[in-house]
Each structure stands twice: as C-alpha cells, then as structure tokens.
C-alpha cells in the first residue's frame, strides 16, 4: 500500500458543484500539504497543516478549503468549482525537522466542465 | 519572495548522451534545495538534498551539485529509464518551513 493516498484518482465535475479531495497517510508524519500542479507552473501550495489544530493558507488559497480531521487525514474542498481549477491536485507528507524530503501521493486529476 | 527557475523546459538526449539540467534560486537564506524525479501520472519522487554551496551527491547515473545560487543535475550515459520530469525546490530560512517548486525540466532520453 502506498505510504500517501489521493482518493480519488481522477474525477470529473460540473462548474459551481461542491468537491472534495481526500488524503491519507501511512507515514506518521504530523505535516501535511496540498499543492496543485499546472502544465508550465510546477507546484503551487493551497494549504498546509503541522498537526490536527493547525491549518494555514498557501500561496494560492482563494477557492479552496481545509480540513485536518486526523493526524493521517487531510481533505482540500472546492465549494464552488469553477473550470480554472481543472489541474492535478497533489497531497503531500514531511516529517518533522528542519530539511525533510517530501513524500507525495499519487495525485488527483480534477476537470471542472 | 523565494524563486526557482529550472531549465531548460524540456531535454531531448540519446541514450548515453550525457547532460546537465540546472535549478537557479533566489531566496534570502538557504536552509535546503531538494530535487525530485516525477513520471508521468504519478507524484515527485525524492532523490537528493543539498544543504550549502559546494556540496554534492550522486545516485546510479545522477549527481547534484549546489552552489550559492544554482544547482545541476548532472546526468551521465543516461538511458530510456531516465525518462521523466526533473523538479527542483528550495526550503528558505524563516520560510514557515514551506518549499518553493520550480516548473522542472521534462527529460526525454531516446533509444
């Protein structure tokens, strides 16, 4: 089993509905990160979280929200989708310390039509 | 505000042709630059980290080096496998412990 899992893997969703992408990990690790991933951008951070009560915005939050609901569960929501948020939505995991690596789950290919 | 250009964009190599991707940053301290392998449908994959200007790390066919204001990913005699994109981030002092990506460097090695 994967250390980091994106559920779902892809999905498709009409604009102005409401979405909800789930995170969970095996690792232990008390951070936890969203980012989304634009051909020709890289990876840009929505949210992130240190533990259970601690939740921050990113460089690009408008549009997105958070919940930390366990140590291992972390789920980005779109209240109101729109088509300029269709790209691949990344969770990832750090441990703990000043330069951990980052372990990434699988990703989540979202298009809003 | 922390910034990390990779390029080039793309690379195109025949196998055993060896190259170097480069990753410049800009950022008020450096605690730590990171690079990651990506395929295509999955997440980076971790391969090194650099801590300060001079030092580097190799693995099978790759070597990263860091200096004070870039690093390289050298590739030696690479093979189909090699194949990906290339991602580069830094993690600044006082950064609220984050990392900046840059847009990484898509790698085609031909056969």
């Known amino acids: 089993d994967a250390d980091v899992t994106q559920t779902p893997r892809n999905r498709i969703t009409k604009t102005g509905k409401r979405i909800m992408l789930e995170c969970s990990q095996t690792?232990?690790?008390?951070?936890m990160y969203w980012y989304r991933q634009d051909p020709g951008l890289g990876l840009r951070l929505i949210y992130y979280?240190?533990?259970?009560?601690?939740?921050n915005k990113g460089e690009i939050s408008d549009g997105y929200s958070v919940s930390r609901q366990a140590q291992a569960k972390f789920s980005l929501s779109l209240e109101s989708a729109i088509p300029n948020q269709t790209a691949l939505y990344f969770c990832?995991?750090?441990?703990?310390?000043?330069?951990?690596?980052?372990?990434f789950g699988q990703g989540t290919r979202l298009t809003v039509v | 505000e922390d910034q990390v250009t990779q390029s080039p964009e793309a690379l195109r190599l025949q196998e055993g042709e060896s190259s170097s991707l480069n990753c410049s940053y800009t950022?008020?301290?450096?605690?730590?630059l990171f690079w990651y392998r990506q395929d295509p449908g999955k997440g980076p994959e971790f391969l090194f980290t650099?801590?300060?200007a001079g030092e580097e790390k190799e693995k099978e066919r790759l070597k990263a080096t860091l200096t004070k204001k870039e690093s390289f990913l050298h590739i030696t005699a690479p093979k189909p496998e090699d194949s990906a994109t290339y991602l580069c981030?830094?993690?600044?002092?006082?950064?609220?412990?984050?990392?900046?990506f840059g847009s990484g460097t898509q790698l085609t090695v031909l056969p």
């Open positions: 690792k232990g690790h008390d951070r």
């Open positions: 950022v008020s301290g450096l605690r730590g």
């Open positions: 979280s240190f533990d259970v009560k601690d939740i």
């Open positions: 990832a995991t750090r441990e703990t310390g000043a330069n951990t690596e980052a372990f």
């Open positions: 650099l801590y300060s």
């Open positions: 981030a830094v993690q600044a002092t006082g950064s609220a412990r984050q990392l900046t």
